[in-house]
């Protein structure tokens, strides 16, 4: 019984912090709203996260009652996910309407559709099998922050690495890994201890670049940026492979949820 409710209250605590990540990038399709256009945003990252949270329902679907919680933070981020590119869609110019639209039909109809095919095929085995291709998804989108990372450690600049979405990304990742513990679901765990490892290191290098003091320039030296880098978030993140996200604040003039979104893309890409 104590396990029970031990798993009840990470579930839950999971299913608020996953939905706060899958709100993140709000800010940045106001801001394409208004200028009715997609400007060099991606559309990579949510039909990912799309992609991640339909298989993580499926997964959830050959449990019995108990994966009850993950559906329910899934469908939402199904939901969302998908006025997140309808909206892309409708705004985004015609080469990128076309290549969102291919990435769409072959991802999440034509390759959603295949594994459900051989699941459906597997019979005692296909939760294994599912666990085991939600997994490998959710270390993919877990490993695309490295990019940003690589960009501090470079540039000695947490500009385009906010910490409320370290943060946020962190916390989902521990709540779900002991949602996995307490409910002794390995496939769900598994992926949330690299998702919680490396969101440490990300505050760890906001903390210490942060108050990274450079060395003095003449003052006819123009300080470098960072131009050529953004980076991306998300969702994966699925809930459980949440990577996604983001709740990034708007500095400089620039969308640094538009950032993360093009670096994470651009990794995810390569």
């Known amino acids: 019984m104590a396990l029970n409710v031990l798993a009840f209250t990470f579930g839950i605590m999971g299913n608020i912090i996953s939905f706060i990540v899958f709100l ?14 997609t400007e060099g945003f991606q559309s990579l990252p949510y039909v990912s996260a799309l992609f991640s949270a339909m298989l993580w329902i499926y997964y959830a679907m050959q449990k019995d009652g108990s994966g009850f919680l993950l559906i329910t933070i899934n469908s939402v981020g199904c939901f969302i996910e998908t006025i997140y590119i309808v909206l892309f869609i409708t705004y985004a110019n015609k080469k ?10 072959l991802l999440n109809f034509l390759g959603f559709a295949a594994i459900i095919l051989v699941g ?12 085991g291709i939600c997994v490998g998804f959710s270390v993919c989108v877990f490993a695309a922050p490295l990019s940003i990372m690589r960009v501090v450690i470079r540039t000695k600049s947490v500009e385009f690495m906010p910490f409320s979405l370290s943060l946020f990304l962190t916390l989902s990742a521990i709540t779900w890994l ?20 490396l ?6 290098l906001y903390i ?5 003091k450079a060395p003095k320039t003449d003052d006819t030296e123009k300080p ?12 994966l993140a699925s809930t459980p492979a ?8 708007q500095t400089h003039g620039g969308d640094l949820e538009g950032q993360i979104e093009k670096e994470m893309a651009n990794q995810i890409q390569t």
């Open 120 to 131: 459906e095929l597997l019979g005692s085995n296909r939760e294994k099998v599912l666990g």
């Open 242 to 249: 949440s990577g996604d996200l983001k709740a990034p604040p």
């Open 199 to 204: 969101g440490a290191v990300q505050m760890i």
């Open 96 to 105: 990128a309407r076309i290549s969102t639209l291919k990435v769409l039909g």
């Open 178 to 197: 002991f949602y996995g513990l307490a409910v002794k679901d390995f496939y769900v765990a598994l992926p949330n201890i690299m998702g919680a490892f």
């Open 224 to 235: 470098k940026t960072v131009s050529g880098h953004s980076i991306d978030m998300v969702k």
């Open 208 to 212: 210490i670049y942060k108050y990274y």
């Open 24 to 37: 993140a990038p709000v800010p940045t399709f106001v801001r394409i709203c208004k200028k009715k256009s």
